[in-house]
């Protein structure tokens, strides 16, 4: 389920509890209706606390839910983490499933298993687990019942595997699941790792087994004050975020889904280039994670405030806006930054829909205010000011600054003017690293193996027999013999190695040698089959799970094959032939790439299949429709000059010194494949020059015309294209003929004339509705003189107030300063239905703005009738309803409106 968009991550979450018996429940409210002690909803448990107390009966006994949750004060106090920590959010929601006497352990255990490797198609090789020190019961389901080594199973202690929500309540044992971020460290410090807490696992899950109410706090955990509860039960807690990032493929939650359309729309109000962005990520962070939890809380009622929870939806706000400030934002931005949390979420959250007004006026309310209070804002760096100068420190060190970044929300450059008003400086570089320490990434390697142990018994084995290692008869880059003679060395089948496997059987078969490509450096796997006498298998891929071992994975179709067996493997040779060719035409895109937009383009990830290729490149703006058809029409010369792809192996070092571009993820050992291809007629000038072990064509000219089909944003400053080639390509090209063919036909002329014959349409359209706008507003002003005879008078005020049928608002608006125009003194108030509601307008002439007469009160006022709202300046206001009925009683609300008024 990798790189999912978050909504079908959480859906599938949902479903797969609510298909094993559990009811769905919606999130409760960030503020506990149940439980005095806590600040806000910080878990998922907190809206059953009462159950796992016995105290309220369900009508179900398990359900699971998407629990939204604030940590921000207190024992679960994430704040100065936020931003710089990739992980650390204010709000957050939290998957969970829960049994209320129902399921206990062994269900939890393995409804969590079940759910992360088959339902999210995580590897269970990346996966590690904990459990209470003295929880056998816990630990035997780990080790007998589900099967993972216990080298992946840690016993520890109450600090990490003893649950309680608060200081009192309900807790017990808990069973964590982590994702191994660091795989190749092997398995052997999996349980010192955990034991250590160090950056190797991120945590998933926690399973808590809900068995003890504690009365009192009980920091020694001697079980004394633990009392068993009434309904024991289980409590899990899955942290929404995390296992977003997980499956979209990022190393931090702020660049899923979740975070990346809120920053966009940030990034687009603010009007700041995709570097800008980038260099000032730790800012974008803290407005997307704060407003996205002003805008929950203030759905939930929490608004700012001065004390208790409305202090945290202030202070939120406020924290934004100082980080925005450090960015040189003087401009009120958030509630554009609001509707985009409520357009991302409110599908899922209805009350945000729901009480948008008030998020978008509390927040636009909150933003005025700040401006008058920034310097409170800056008072604890003033401390730290005073303190360097009673100290005589000059220069303020690099920490400090970051803390007062980090903890505080004070930017560095807010920190170096301040400091240089005093005459002090601060440590540039040193504030650097300690931000480095924050954006280092660890990159994960994701497989598809479940089961790495058995890969790594059979390498093993054939190493021993001498069958891989340096007996092996394989060249990994010798992809040329499309057919090949070959020996089955071994079959695995539902995890385990067999000695045959008949028909219907899904197999994955070691060879002697082979010519089928694994999947790697963008490029995919190969396809194809392997037959023998009397049985055939189908190869629907290929994998690596452990290093030097390459199973064929597919199917067997006919007969039985057994261990042993010579074979003829046969590759998909029209399927290989399209990936070469995207290969090749990916080479020259890139180096295309670099020569139009410059040298800073950089490969950031790339796809070659067969029907299309996706190459990822470093650049900070769109790219321009005269930039795509330099690119294209550099690429397509170099495939028309029929240049030959040397292939040559060489050290690493050396590759390196000559210039040979890496790709991007990409591993390599001391001795690495080259491919060059030269600029022609010019010798020794390279126009491509890449480490790769892909597979491509031997000549450019073979990879026939290139169409670049898209241009997009993939990331900050990371561009994406999109493009076919060969027979990709020529499909494309025929169907789009076909189109402009069809198109001709229907506008009935040639092809070649199809734009100038559209462009004619188009501008007889145009002119046809400029004459039915001339005709609407010449039968509109036909209606002038009637509407000015209904006209009426009050205490001197011409009161023109009338029900029109008016097509759209633009009329409605003309019709009334038209009649405006013709009275010298006076009040216009029409009303029309337009689309199926009321549409209002109120005009206001100068002399009676003067008198007090508003057009915006008694356009508000007549609004009301018809069950809306509007308003607007003296002189001019607009409303809007849904009563159509009650429309003539708004109008005949006017002359009372306008009396009061003027006296």
């Not at 309220?56 to 998407?66: G, L, M, N, V």
């Not at 357009?343 to 729901?354: A, C, D, R």
């Not at 978008?360 to 933003?367: K, L």
């Amino acid at each position: 389920m990798k790189q999912k968009n978050s909504a079908e991550i959480r859906q599938a979450f949902l479903d797969y509890f609510n298909k094993h018996g559990h009811q769905i429940v919606s999130s409760s409210s960030l503020v506990p209706g149940n439980d005095p002690t806590l600040l806000f909803t910080n878990a998922g448990m907190v809206q059953f606390k009462d159950v796992f107390l016995g105290h309220d009966k369900r009508p179900y006994s398990r359900a699971t839910t998407s629990q939204k949750c604030m940590r921000i004060s207190g024992k679960h106090n994430d704040l100065e983490n936020v931003g710089p920590s990739p992980r650390h959010h204010t709000f957050f929601e939290m998957l969970g499933n829960f049994s209320f006497g129902d399921y206990f352990k062994r269900d939890a255990i393995i409804f969590g298993y079940e759910l992360l490797t088959e339902v999210y198609g995580l590897p269970a090789d990346r996966l590690a687990f904990t459990v209470y020190e003295t929880d056998e019961e816990a630990y035997n389901v780990w080790i007998n019942e589900v099967g993972v080594d216990p080298k992946r199973v840690a016993r520890m202690g109450p600090a990490t595997n003893f649950w309680q929500m608060a200081d009192t309540g309900p807790c017990g044992p808990t069973s964590e699941i982590h994702w191994d971020k660091q795989p190749e460290l092997g398995e052997d410090g999996i349980i010192d790792s955990l034991v250590a807490e160090d950056d190797r696992f991120l945590e998933l899950w926690n399973l808590v087994f809900m068995q003890y109410n504690r009365t009192q706090a009980d920091p020694a955990h001697s079980g004394k004050f633990d009392e068993p509860l009434p309904s024991p039960g289980v409590d899990t807690g899955m942290g929404f975020e995390r296992i977003v990032s997980v499956l979209q493929g990022v190393d931090n939650n702020y660049d899923t889904d979740l975070f990346t359309d809120i920053m966009d729309a940030t990034q687009e109000i603010l009007g700041h280039s995709d570097q800008f962005r980038q260099d000032n990520f730790v800012a974008y962070r803290v407005i997307a994670d704060h407003c996205r939890a002003a805008a929950f809380l203030i759905a939930d009622g929490v608004n700012p405030g001065t004390t208790g929870r409305e202090y945290i939806t202030r202070m939120l706000i406020r924290r934004a806006l100082r980080f925005a400030h450090g960015m040189n934002v003087d401009k009120p931005f958030m509630v554009d930054v609001a509707n985009e949390v409520i357009s991302k979420m409110g599908g899922v959250y209805p009350e945000l829909v729901q009480f948008q007004e008030a998020i978008r006026y509390q927040i636009g309310t909150e933003e005025e205010r700040f401006t008058r209070t920034l310097d409170q804002s800056l008072a604890v760096l003033e401390s730290e000011i005073e303190q360097m100068k009673a100290d005589d420190i000059k220069v303020m060190d690099g920490k400090t600054a970051f803390f007062l970044f980090a903890t505080h929300g004070l930017p560095l450059e807010i920190t170096r003017d301040l400091l240089k008003e005093h005459g002090l400086s601060v440590d540039d570089v040193g504030f650097a690293e300690e931000m480095a320490k924050h954006r280092e990434e660890s990159t994960t390697v994701r497989d598809d193996f479940d089961n790495v142990e058995i890969y790594q018994d059979v390498a093993r084995l054939l190493r021993e027999s001498g069958a891989l290692g340096d007996g092996v008869n394989y060249d990994p880059y010798d992809y040329d013999n499309l057919t090949f003679d070959s020996t089955v060395l071994a079959i695995i089948k539902d995890g385990e190695r067999v000695e045959s496997a008949k028909k219907g059987d899904p197999v994955e078969i070691v060879l002697a040698n082979t010519a089928f490509y694994v999947e790697s450096g963008g490029q995919v796997s190969d396809t194809g089959s392997i037959r023998g006498d009397k049985w055939e298998v189908r190869i629907d891929g290929m994998g690596m799970p452990v290093g030097g071992l390459i199973v064929h994975r597919g199917e067997v179709i006919k007969g039985t094959l057994k261990a042993g067996d010579t074979a003829t493997g046969s590759v998909d040779s029209a399927r290989r032939w399209d990936i070469m060719r995207n290969h090749t035409a990916t080479h020259l895109l890139h180096a295309s790439l670099r020569n139009v937009l410059g040298e800073h383009v950089r490969q950031k990830g790339s796809l070659v299949a067969p029907d299309r290729l996706r190459f990822d490149f470093t650049h900070n703006a769109p790219l321009t429709a005269e930039e795509i058809r330099a690119i294209s029409d550099e690429v397509n010369a170099m495939v028309l000059a029929n240049e030959p792809l040397d292939i040559v192996h060489k050290s690493l070092d050396e590759a390196k010194r000559e210039g040979a571009m890496a790709l991007f993820g990409e591993k390599y050992g001391q001795t690495v494949r080259t491919i060059t291809i030269e600029e022609p007629d010019e010798q020794d000038q390279r126009f491509s020059y890449e480490l790769c072990g892909g597979t491509h064509v031997e000549m450019t000219a073979e990879v026939g015309t290139v169409v670049i089909t898209r241009e997009e944003s993939s990331s900050a400053g990371v561009r994406r294209i999109e493009a076919v080639s060969g027979r990709g390509a020529l499909a494309l090209m025929q169907e789009q003929m076909d189109t402009l063919g069809s198109a001709a036909a229907i506008l009935g002329t040639d092809v070649e004339m199809v734009d100038k014959k559209a462009d004619e349409l188009v501008g007889e359209l145009r002119e046809a509705y400029r004459q039915i706008e001339r005709m609407k507003q010449a039968s509109a002003k036909g209606s002038l003189d009637d509407l000015l005879a209904s006209a009426k008078e009050i205490n001197g005020v011409t009161i023109v107030a009338a029900q029109v049928d008016a097509p759209d608002g633009d009329l409605l608006g003309q019709m009334a300063d038209w009649c405006r125009d013709r009275i010298s003194s006076g009040v216009v108030m029409l009303g029309s239905e337009i689309e199926g509601k009321v549409r209002l307008v109120a005009k206001v002439t100068p002399d009676l703005v003067e008198r007090g007469v508003h057009a915006g009160k008694i356009v508000g006022a007549a609004a009301k009738i018809v069950g809306g709202g509007g308003g607007g300046r003296p002189d001019f206001a607009t409303a809007g309803g849904k009563d159509i009925s009650k429309l003539p009683e708004a109008m005949a609300k006017v002359e009372e409106l306008v009396a009061e008024a003027v006296g």
